[in-house]
């Protein structure tokens, strides 16, 4: 691990917030850093061995329980941009880690809308989805031991992929069992293999719940029911060539290939290395 050379946050200061008329500004406190995923310049994260792989997520892990410690920042997480198309800025495989003062508006709406699922139902939508999924199978991709990997119902883009967990944790940071790690190793390792026969390219982001507790100590109120309502999981959106179209065109998708389709073709795409 290291800093980024050109951060998108910096972690000295404060933030500094002030109004500018009826809008807000801040400045860009947070962290920002690289992690080498293996020594090897001409790895990849798909192509590392599972306990490789369960190494890379436990620095994840660690990195985004330490960053936590700073109260200043409100989410922190992981994510990995792989070739151009993607955004990749470092030909030696890594992932990226960052920690900001505020909560990304997409994550926002997701735990938002968590939130008014569990306040009407009274359970977990993303466990809802785990199980209707398993439990129906068409948009089943392939599960280990407590994970599952599902392209979503709606999904954004064609072959975007969700790794869940049966197991309701709303913070991947207490993944604490070496051998929870593990399963979810291999299942990511098969997964990027499955994309890898389709594009080389991607976006990776690891949704974990953000940081709840304020400065004095206590938890803030609107995140009350976070740990029965969250649930972290790991989001896969593949690029292809000519097929994708922006991701963010005022938040609406365009996407031909059905879920349940694109779930059919990777189960019979080949996971091995």
């Known amino acids: 691990m290291r800093p980024h050379s050109n951060p998108l946050y910096r972690i000295e200061g404060d ?66 941009n792989r070739g151009l198309p993607a955004g990749e800025e470092l030909t030696h495989p890594h992932s990226e880690v960052t920690a900001s003062a505020f909560v990304p508006r997409r994550i926002l709406y997701e735990l938002r809308a968590a939130r008014g699922w569990f306040e009407e139902k009274e359970r977990c939508v ?80 690891l949704h974990t719940a953000p940081n709840t507790i304020e400065r004095t100590g206590d938890m803030q109120p609107f995140w009350k029911t976070i740990a029965d309502d969250y649930h972290w999981h790991i989001e896969i959106l593949p690029i292809l060539e000519k097929v994708s179209k922006s991701y963010s065109i005022k938040e609406v998708y365009f996407n031909q290939l059905l879920p349940e389709q694109a779930a059919e073709q990777l189960r019979q795409t080949d996971p091995n290395p």
């Open 15 to 80: 933030m500094g917030r002030q109004a500018e008329g009826i809008y807000d500004k801040m400045l860009p406190v947070g962290a920002h850093e690289w992690i080498a995923e293996t020594p090897n310049h001409e790895g990849t994260l798909a192509n590392l061995s599972d306990d490789q792989i369960a190494t890379v997520l436990e620095a994840y892990r660690l990195r985004i329980l330490d960053l936590k410690q700073d109260r200043r920042f409100k989410y922190v997480t992981v994510f990995r």
């Open 126 to 205: 993303f466990c809802d989805i785990v199980r209707q999924d398993e439990r129906r199978g068409t948009r089943l991709v392939d599960a280990q031991g407590d994970y599952l990997a599902l392209c979503p119902y709606a999904s954004r883009v064609p072959f975007e992929i969700w790794l869940m967990s049966r197991r309701h944790n709303h913070l991947f940071e207490q993944m604490r069992q070496k051998s929870n790690r593990r399963e979810l190793a291999v299942l990511l390792g098969r997964t990027l293999r499955r994309i890898g026969r389709i594009t080389g390219n991607y976006h990776m982001v």
